[in-house]
């Protein structure tokens, strides 16, 4: 078995560590507070994120050099904003290239990018074909939990891809390969948006049709993004676009839906943020989404109500009766229009 790394000692880098151990892999798990640390390899917990006892298999380090020192891979799982500053670090350090997958979900709101294109630029040792993404519905409670879950690792390089499933992949875990990585990406990052959209929608009382409609039409509105932008729109049929959008969207589990959520029943963001105390990923990629979709020209009518909300302090109500009041249109001239064109060309 291999030597890994797992950058990020959140909920879901601890639950990934998991399932490398239960692999049989030797896990590096790299936290930047030494306290946490500390407390990870005394106690075998983490239980700010997890209540959940860690193998003692994952060791966990405080110093990044020390945590990458003879590793075959290194798995990336810190929140978008800190990707550029911890990829700059890791390159100063390597002397190798192992093999590099990253787990994050989000979008850099200031410069439209996924997080692979912010690694590919922080990163010289690495370009764009060598890295590999992980994506889809995985609540991290739940992958602790060793409960049946499944993902996508997509990579342009198919070997990098194969190489990431065979390292995740145990009885609990399925892993299937896509080389859509734009796809993977933007579905696992947009679904955040739609999450809080249906945390709101549940907080204002809505119910159960109000949350389908938005499940399905968000799913539309990423589709339009997403195909503009290059990705396969068969991509978002799958694990990391509807499988992961389901799963967020309807589960306590999910920072996105519980914080939507609590928007909807009139609490402030900055509260809810406080109180949540982790990174609540569709907030920062909301922003992002807005002005990709004005820069593509793509309409994105609940991504914009759901940045009126958050930026702009619309009431979640307003913003619900500026969808229901929208132009006629069809329902097929989006997603089955899209399919059609991608076999018809």
């Known amino acids: 078995m291999s030597k890994v790394a797992v950058l990020g000692a959140g909920s879901w880098g601890t639950a990934l560590s998991i399932v490398l151990a239960d692999k049989g892999h030797e896990v590096q798990l790299w936290t930047h507070r030494a306290e946490q640390a500390e407390v990870i390899n005394t106690t075998h917990k983490n239980e700010k994120y997890l209540e959940i006892m860690i193998p003692e298999k994952i060791k966990a380090y405080s110093d990044m050099k020390e945590a990458v020192t003879d590793v ?45 294109q912010m690694i590919d630029e922080e990163m010289e040792r690495y370009a764009y074909e060598d890295i590999v993404v992980l994506s889809g519905p995985s609540h991290a409670e739940e992958v602790a939990k060793r409960h049946p879950t499944t993902v996508t690792v997509a990579s342009v390089n198919e070997n990098h891809a194969l190489s990431a499933q065979d390292l995740f992949f145990n009885d609990s875990f399925r892993v299937y390969t896509s080389n859509d990585m734009i796809g993977v990406e933007l579905g696992g990052a947009l679904k955040n948006i739609i999450a809080l959209g249906a945390g709101i929608s549940d907080g204002l009382g809505y119910g159960d049709n109000a949350k389908a409609a938005l499940i399905t039409r968000g799913l539309a509105e990423i589709t339009r993004l997403g195909t503009s932008l290059g990705a396969n729109p068969l991509s978002f049929l799958g694990l990391s676009g509807v499988g992961d959008l389901i799963v967020t969207c309807t589960s306590v589990h999910s920072r996105n839906w519980r914080a939507g959520n609590l928007l909807g029943k ?39 109500g759901i940045y009126q909300v958050l930026y702009e302090n ?32």
Not at 85 to 99: H, K, M
Not at 281 to 301: C, D, I, L, Q, S
Not at 315 to 340: G, I
């Open 72 to 116: 075959s891979a290194i798995v990336l799982v810190v929140p978008t904003k800190a990707i550029r500053e911890v990829c700059s670090q890791l390159d100063r350090i390597l002397t190798e290239s192992p093999l590099l997958i990253h787990a994050s979900k989000g979008i850099e709101p200031r410069t439209l990018k996924r997080v692979s």
């Open 266 to 304: 009139g609490k402030n963001l900055d509260e809810i943020l406080e109180q949540m105390g982790m990174v609540v990923e569709g907030v920062r990629t909301a922003e992002a989404a807005y002005h990709f979709a004005k820069e593509e020209g793509v309409e994105m009518p609940i991504t914009s």
């Open 314 to 345: 619309i009431h979640p109500r307003d913003v619900v009766e500026q969808l229901m009041n929208r132009n006629k249109r069809e329902e097929t001239d989006d997603l089955a229009s899209l399919l059609r064109n991608k076999y018809t060309r």
